[in-house]
């Protein structure tokens, strides 16, 4: 089992930024590929980045591609996802998600944290 508690989230205005974090407990964080995504109102719920078990070979939805960037920390057992010039459209709950072999589909990653709220403001 792997634990997984997002912080970071908020309210924020347009153009800003949020950094979430996402720390794991339970089993090798370093054995898993960890994953953001994210659930607006009424949408399902859809990838924004992945990044690799040793933190290379980060990737992107094409909606976040050059504002969000995504890197862990092994040592401290945490993933973040850094987030410039936030839109509207950003508004969401974030997940963090942990996986042996995910990429980019929400069905192949095993573990789930509870989300984080954000909501950006125009």
């Known amino acids: 089992q792997v634990q997984l508690v997002e912080s970071g989230g908020g309210l924020v205005q347009t153009g800003g930024s949020l950094r979430l974090s996402c720390a794991a407990s339970?089993?090798?964080?370093?054995?898993?590929?960890m994953g953001w995504f994210r659930q607006a109102p009424g949408k399902e719920r859809e990838f924004v980045a992945r990044i690799s078990w040793s933190g290379g070979r980060p990737s992107y939805a094409d909606s976040v591609k050059g504002r969000f960037t995504i890197a862990r920390d092994n040592a401290e057992n945490t993933v973040y996802l850094q987030m410039n010039s936030l839109k509207a459209e950003d508004t969401a709950v974030y997940y963090c998600?942990?996986?042996?072999?995910?990429?980019?589909?929400?069905?192949?990653?095993?573990?789930w944290g509870q989300g984080t709220q954000v909501t950006v403001s125009s």
């Open positions: 339970g089993r090798t964080f370093s054995n898993y590929i």
């Open positions: 998600a942990a996986s042996r072999y995910g990429l980019q589909l929400a069905r192949q990653y095993e573990y």
